[in-house]
């Protein structure tokens, strides 16, 4: 999906390196019907190590019986939702995400029509979404090509590590870039 951008990258002396030692990057859209699920998933990780958001969200799925729609939120009570390890907060984002979107006041399912701006700007309308986790929507649900999410701590990390402050030399593909200054990160 990603050889153009990969081609491109190559180029560069920092992504280069990083393409040859990880390989093809993972990134691709997910399908319409799990846009909901990957929201809900979103809020629960929020601010967690992935280890506590991964039982977090495995609570509610049990709960409620891996349909993860907006009816089902909308089912259960705050405290059922609470008891599954959300906290007061993300239980009232869950139920505002839930209720937009049955409402129809959120259009999930034509997100992926619309330009990266007007997506985000529909996200962030959600309590408890805010940029972070519009551009994390952006990149891995509908792999949008050109996010850089420049408020993520583990691509300040690899930015300061490569001793380096803007991110414009790898557009239009930063996104793909961005995958590859996470694997920068991790130890092999």
């Known amino acids: 999906m990603w050889s153009e951008a990969e081609k491109f990258l190559l180029r560069d002396r920092y992504i280069g390196q990083l393409i040859k030692k990880w390989g093809h990057c993972r990134i691709k859209p997910i399908k319409k019907s799990l846009y909901f699920e990957d929201l809900v998933d ?9 280890k506590a958001a991964e039982t977090i969200f495995g609570r509610i799925k049990v709960l409620l019986r891996g349909k993860i729609l907006p009816e089902n939120i909308l089912g259960k009570t705050d405290q059922e939702l609470r008891d599954c390890g959300l906290s007061w907060a993300k239980v009232r984002y869950v139920k505002d995400l839930a209720s ?7 259009k999930l399912r034509s997100l992926d029509k619309l330009p990266d ?3 985000a700007k529909e996200l962030i309308a959600v309590k408890g979404i805010g940029r972070w986790t519009a551009e994390m929507f952006l990149m891995f649900s509908l792999a949008r090509p050109d996010i850089f999410p420049i408020d993520d701590l583990g691509i ?3 930015m300061a590590k490569l001793k380096l402050k803007k991110s414009d030399r790898w557009r239009p593909y930063r996104t793909v870039a961005s ?3 996470w694997r ?5």
């Open 42 to 50: 979103a809020i629960c990780s929020q601010q967690l190590s992935g």
């Open 100 to 106: 937009r979107a049955k409402k129809g006041e959120l």
């Open 117 to 119: 701006e007007e997506v």
């Open 156 to 158: 300040r990390k690899a």
């Open 179 to 181: 995958w590859y200054l």
């Open 184 to 188: 920068s990160l991790e130890n092999r």
